[in-house]
């Protein structure tokens, strides 16, 4: 009778996952600590930049106040993505070190990582939003001025607002919850595979809106250039 262990998803309810040999090497791998060091301090970098920008903006306020309303938003979408990164990542540390012998516990449920899922994503996706949220504000001063200007931070609130809601709708649809099935994952940054396709459009998408609000900004770069050069 083969002694062989059964790797993957098992039905032995005391190990209902057990890590391959390969797994388990790139699991514990220093090269993954070391990854995960650098990537946290490049996480304290951003929330010392974060806190450089937030002290800039109070003590020179350059923007108008609606930008400034989307400004301090987006800050905090960079916060919830760095924060949730690095908790992640600092788990699959802690599993790497005390769990090295025990494939049984060296990935995660993906149950457990329903909160880190959702709050990732909601970093992320807020992070590529409120880009458009930005440059729907900018069309806004460029072509509506009177109304722009006179209502003050109103459009910015407006925009955050849809911004929030929008982003809380995509998270619940790229990752609509336990219903699509039981995954383990080698860290809750990971999409279960059920997800993959709701993942893979998500991410294909945000791409697009990427290069529209890039167009966007040359657009009205281009006009506001322009109208400069008149009042010169």
């Known amino acids: 009778m083969s002694n062989t262990l059964i790797t993957g998803i098992t039905n032995d309810s005391s190990c209902p996952f057990r890590a391959s040999s390969d797994q388990i090497i790139l699991q514990t791998s220093w090269i993954l600590r070391l990854n995960i060091i650098y990537c946290t301090f ?10 450089y920008c937030i002290r800039y903006m109070r003590k020179h306020p350059i923007f108008n106040e609606s930008t400034t309303v989307l400004l301090y938003l987006s800050l905090v979408f960079a916060v919830i993505h760095d924060v949730t990164h690095v908790c992640s990542q600092w788990a699959v540390m802690y599993r790497s070190f005390f769990y090295a012998d025990d494939p049984c516990n060296l990935f995660f449920d993906s149950d457990d990582c329903y909160v880190f899922g ?25 072509f509506f001025p009177e109304f722009y200007y006179k209502h003050q931070h109103i459009p910015g609130v407006v925009l955050a607002g849809i911004t929030i809601a929008f982003n809380i709708l995509v998270q619940f649809i790229v990752l609509p919850g336990a219903e699509t099935g039981k995954d383990y994952l080698p860290s809750c940054q990971f999409f279960k595979k059920q997800d993959a396709g709701r993942a893979n459009v998500f991410l294909m998408s945000s791409l697009v809106v990427t290069f529209v609000n890039l167009g966007i900004n040359l657009v009205l770069l281009h006009v506001n250039k322009r109208h400069s050069k008149r009042l010169v």
């Not at 304290?44 to 974060?50: L, R």
């Not at 959702?118 to 460029?142: K, V």
């Open 118 to 142: 959702r709050l990732l994503i909601f970093g992320i996706s807020g992070m590529i939003y409120i880009h458009s949220a930005l440059s729907l504000d900018g069309l806004l001063a460029t």
């Open 42 to 51: 490049l996480s304290i970098g951003c929330f010392i930049g974060i806190g």
